[in-house]
């Protein structure tokens, strides 16, 4: 009897390694791909046990039970990240769990280049690959409710950047960071504006970046521009700036500003209206900002663009002078 139990725990040991062995080697053994690269996507709220089922299906795991054992064995059955993965090389079930643990997730990026409009805006999260559109039909001040924001035009109050995003994320996220950022750059450009601006609140220095940015492209040139137009409130004088009129004029602009366009009084047009327009006009960029805050200083009052190739302006203090700038670079007299 006593030979008979020895030979039945020698029997159990021996199962006992073997059931070791073999699952040592199936958690340090790489899974050998269905495709190269192989993606996959985890929905929010997914058990380690229907994942493991999914992957079976798809041909990663020969069985979904062992890896869902592995899970609980090791606590890390409950911390699935949701997004969706990619592998490009053969991975083992632990370095699976760890990278599903850790939501290493594969990213998209959505670029907003400064000057772009909300409109614009709006269109580029529509159309961008893996995100989660939510705001599609919904009017603009409901767009700024969901975001927290308490202003009411949407206008230059996001940030240009480019941000990376996990599939599943929403259009509103985007939104969100973008907003935060631009609120944390503004707040800092404002804590160290120069003294004597003709600005009221922070806002006002935004609707003056988002001019800026929309009148020239050199880095350069931006802090002139700014003394230009900030002369010009002190002095006082109408901005009298194209590209207020243009977002004035809304979708029925063609690209062709004209005379009559100049003369037409909507609340963004700075040649029938004194100060700042009621909104920012784009979206501005960390240059702009921080030209509006800190401008050179000049005694300049004009300026007109040279046609050169390279975005440059010219710069004028009295209007004779701005005349025969105009006459010499835009009318080749």
Known sequence: ??????????????????????????????????????????????????????????GLL???????????????????????????????????????NDGDVVRVSITFVEGITFREMRALLEAAPDLKVTLRGVRDAEVLNRIGATERHPEGLFFPDTYLYAAGMSDLDILKASYTAMQKRLAEAWAKRDEGLPYRSPYEALIMASIIEKETGRADERPLIASVFINRLRVPMRLQTDPTVIYGLGPTFDGNIRRRDLTNDTPYNTYTRDGL???????????????AVNPAKS????????????GSHYFSRTLEEHNRAVAKYQLGR
Do not use: C
């Open 1 to 58: 009897m006593r030979r008979i139990i020895w030979g039945l725990l020698f029997v159990l040991a021996i199962g006992f390694v073997a059931l070791g062995s073999a699952w040592v080697r199936f958690v340090h053994t790489p899974l050998a791909l269905p495709t190269t690269p192989f993606e996959f996507t985890v929905e929010k709220g997914t058990s380690l046990k229907a994942l493991a089922r999914q992957l079976q299906s798809a």
């Open 62 to 100: 020969p069985s979904d039970t062992p890896l869902w054992i592995y899970g609980r064995l090791t606590d890390r059955a409950t911390g699935l990240q949701a997004g969706r993965y990619r592998l490009t090389e053969p991975v083992t079930p632990e370095a699976l769990l760890r990278k599903l």
């Open 277 to 291: 327009p009621p909104t920012p006009i784009a979206m501005p960029g960390l240059g702009s900002l921080n030209a």
């Open 299 to 310: 005694d300049k009052l004009y300026f007109v663009a040279t046609k050169d190739g390279q």
